[in-house]
């Protein structure tokens, strides 16, 4: 990664940074919001000199990688937590993976490469805003299937295709409210000091259970802009279909303090469950994260045309 350059302007929303993240004159602009985390989002290379001018002009208040065009959020409206999160990625064929886009998506690549994540954690404290946490709603466990997408203005999101959880009414909620591929499935978790398992079976499928043990090798720390676990693990909005229109979602929280994980047991089998061939070969990267706070907003459609178009 190269150096810092400058920090260019600072606002109420943040602080804008350039960083030279490669080749020169080709620089990547971040942003960190109130909630602390990090985004990129791509401009015109013009040298530094001018870019220092000119910048404090030019951005958007809120970064491409979060909100373009500028517009006005609503307000949050859930609040939750994800506890002891697991990250596995395989690097998949891109031809295989796109015809399972919805139109307005393509994938986002890596150097190339594309991949597919599983991704299971513990949802707690999952509520309205303003509301307390019930029993009945707001504990789960969660198994995510994800593609890694842009739309067609290039912001970065996810796009996915299930997520498996334990709790019915949550299932129904989160596929009425946001369109999101909800299942509903067994799972159990369990943790022993520093080692973890959990394990899912889909109902209405006799195709198995997938099982996974895990625990944290290295210390946890958050990704930098231009590495594979920034392009994978840093992303704030996903993509779903509603009423055949492409719509899109936000969550807020601080970056993951992310370690490599060693998995003594890993399962791909929810390729299956998604129509996918399941990879003959353990996770390219796996990772785990002990938790963040998390703020989700409505989802709303996205536009055919932006005030601020992606420049990639």
């Known amino acids: 990664m190269g150096r810092v350059a400058s920090i260019q302007t600072q606002d109420r929303a943040g602080w804008f940074l350039v960083a030279e993240l490669g080749r020169v004159g080709d620089p990547t602009l971040l942003w960190a ?138 299932v129904w909620i989160a596929r009425a409210f946001f369109s999101l591929p909800y299942r509903h499935a067994t799972m159990s978790f369990g943790a022993t000091n520093e080692d973890f398992t959990l394990n899912c079976h889909r109902w209405g499928l006799n195709m198995g259970q997938a099982d996974y043990a895990w625990r944290p090798i290295s210390i946890p720390q958050t990704s930098l802009p231009g590495t594979l676990e920034f392009h994978l693990l840093e992303r704030y909005r996903f993509f779903t279909q509603r009423r055949g229109r492409l719509h899109e979602g936000r969550v807020s929280h601080t970056p993951y303090e992310a370690s490599k994980a060693l998995f003594s047991k890993w399962s791909a089998l929810p390729f299956a469950w998604n129509g996918l061939p399941i990879p003959n070969r353990p996770p390219d990267l796996a990772h785990y994260c002990r938790g963040v706070s998390v703020e989700a907003y409505p989802i709303r459609p996205v536009e055919a045309s932006f005030e601020t178009p992606w420049i990639g």
């Not at 109130?34 to 985004?39: A, C, K, L, Q, T």
């Not at 299971?120 to 995510?144: H, I, Q």
């Open 33 to 170: 919001g109130d909630s602390g985390f990090f985004v990129e989002a791509r401009y015109i290379a013009v040298g530094r000199d001018r870019l220092s001018r000119e910048v404090p002009n030019k951005l958007p208040l809120i970064s491409a990688r979060i909100d373009s065009p500028v517009v006005t959020q609503p307000p949050a409206v859930m609040r939750q937590v994800w506890n002891h999160l697991f990250f596995l990625h395989w690097i998949e064929q891109a031809e295989r993976l796109q015809p399972l886009l919805p139109r307005g998506l393509t994938l986002d690549c890596h150097d190339g490469k594309t991949y597919v994540g599983i991704v299971g954690f513990l949802m707690d404290s999952l509520r309205p805003k303003g509301l307390p946490a019930v029993p009945w709603l707001s504990y789960f466990r969660e198994l995510n299937v994800r593609l890694y997408v842009r739309d067609h203005a290039g912001r970065p999101g996810v796009y996915f295709l299930s997520l498996d959880c334990d709790r019915a009414i949550a």
